[in-house]
Each structure stands twice: as structure tokens, then as C-alpha cells.
């Protein structure tokens, strides 16, 4: 389980225009939140050169809170993200261990993945753009790969 708490202040002031002057203070509520991720693993061994194997596990990053707002539109909460990683692939070696190949295909599968995003809201003083930085849960999100690794001695 993890509990976050978090609190601090942002002030900006203004030499020659002393009505800009603000203060914002950030206070959100506690969050927690818990998780239990698992990894699953296999592996054969084909021969005395070649190993096959297959992975599955799972990661957990924990909800939050924006620890840059500087206004109430930046002091986002987002929720925890969450990802399911799926893995197979095989290793080898020849010519007596002086070539070594590897292989693996990986899938990535996110949810609720947490996003840094910017954009621009009105300044309440000044009623000019201001520019927004918060952090958001952007949806799913697929990452799928495959990696070839060699070695020769």
C-alpha cells in the first residue's frame, strides 16, 4: 500500500506591477492505493546450445497527484496506472560458444497510462494565456517490440 500526502506553495510576484502578485496554495486530499502485481517465468533448455523461454508479468505505478500546479487547473489527481507485459524468446550459442544470438518478441499492454500534457488556460488575474502542465490518465497503450542481440568472439 502506498499513501501519498502532499503540500506547498507557489507565489509569484511582480516588481513593476505589484497587482499580479498571487499565491496558490496546493493541499489535495491523502491518496492511497494498493497492489499486487505477479511475474510468471518458464524456460527449456532444447539442448546444450539453445534455450527457449516465455515471461509474463505485471507493473503497478501508483496514483497522484500534480506536484507542479501552480492553479487549480494544473492540480490534477490521476489514478494508478497499471501495465501487463507479455515475453517470449529464445538463446543460443555456436561455433563453441563464439557466436551467441538471441531473440525475444515482447507486448507491452498499459492501462490508464499516466501522461504529462500541456495546453493553456486564462489567467484569472491578468485574463492573458497561461500555460498548463498536468499530468492525466491518457487511456491504453500498446508497445510491441522484437530484439535481436549477437555476439561474436
Do not use: C, H
Not at 506591477?17 to 496546493?26: D, E, G, M, R
Not at 491518496?31 to 518458464?42: C, E, F, N, Q, V
Not at 501508483?62 to 489514478?79: L, Q
Amino acid at each position: 500500500e502506498e499513501e501519498k500526502d502532499y503540500w506547498r506553495t507557489t507565489s509569484a510576484f511582480y516588481n513593476k506591477l505589484p497587482a499580479f502578485n498571487s499565491t496558490y496554495v496546493f493541499a489535495p486530499p491523502v491518496g492511497k492505493w494498493d497492489d499486487t502485481s505477479i511475474m510468471l517465468s518458464a524456460d527449456y533448455q532444447l539442448s546444450a546450445d539453445a534455450m527457449v523461454y516465455a515471461r509474463y508479468s505485471q507493473g503497478f505505478k501508483s496514483g497522484g497527484f500534480n506536484g507542479r500546479a501552480n492553479s487549480p487547473t494544473e492540480a490534477t489527481k490521476y489514478d494508478p496506472e497499471t501495465a501487463d507485459t507479455f515475453e517470449v524468446g529464445a538463446k543460443t550459442t555456436y561455433l563453441d560458444n563464439r557466436l551467441r544470438l538471441n531473440l525475444a518478441a515482447f507486448l507491452t499492454k498499459y492501462k490508464d497510462f499516466q501522461a504529462r500534457v500541456s495546453g493553456l488556460d486564462t489567467d484569472p488575474i491578468t485574463g492573458l494565456p497561461a500555460p498548463v502542465l498536468s499530468v492525466i490518465n491518457a487511456g491504453s497503450l500498446d508497445i510491441l517490440g522484437f530484439e535481436i542481440e549477437g555476439v561474436a568472439v
